[in-house]
Nanobody, 117 residues
Framework: QVQLVESGGGLVQPGGSLRLSCAAS????????MAWYRQAPGKERELVAT???????TYADSVKGRFTISRDNAKNTVYLEMTSLKPEDTAVYYC???????????WGQGTQVTVSP
């Protein structure tokens, strides 16, 4: 079982930037695609960005052009660079390995991102 530990969240003003990190245990990390998800209060968890093993990235329309997903296989870490943040980006952010029907591993604790003046 892979353990996921997200970090890097915080309070930021609209228009600001944050860089989230997700450290994963286990060597399988480099063999699978990874993704970032988020869950805002009262809403379902949603997919934000994915990154395949060959480096192809996809983004939700709401973050396209503002967020960038990347990974460092040597560090077993996936990142989410967030710029031009908006209040509607406020959520708990999680990483996981997406599958066709769900995710690969148990969810980590997530990292809170709050965008507010």
């Amino acid at each position: 079982q892979v353990q996921l530990v997200e970090s890097g969240g915080g309070l930021v003003q609209p228009g600001g930037s944050l860089r989230l990190s997700c450290a994963a245990s286990g060597s399988i990390f480099r063999l699978v695609g990874m993704a970032w998800y988020r869950q805002a209060p009262g809403k379902e968890r949603e997919l934000v960005a994915t990154l395949g093993t060959y480096g192809v990235a996809t983004y939700a329309d709401s973050v396209k052009g503002r967020f960038t997903i990347s990974r460092d296989n040597a560090k077993n870490t996936v990142y989410l660079e967030m710029t031009s943040l908006k209040p509607e980006d406020t959520a708990v952010y999680y990483c996981n390995g997406p599958t066709g029907v769900g995710v690969r591993w148990d969810w980590g604790q997530g990292t809170q991102v709050t965008v507010s003046p």
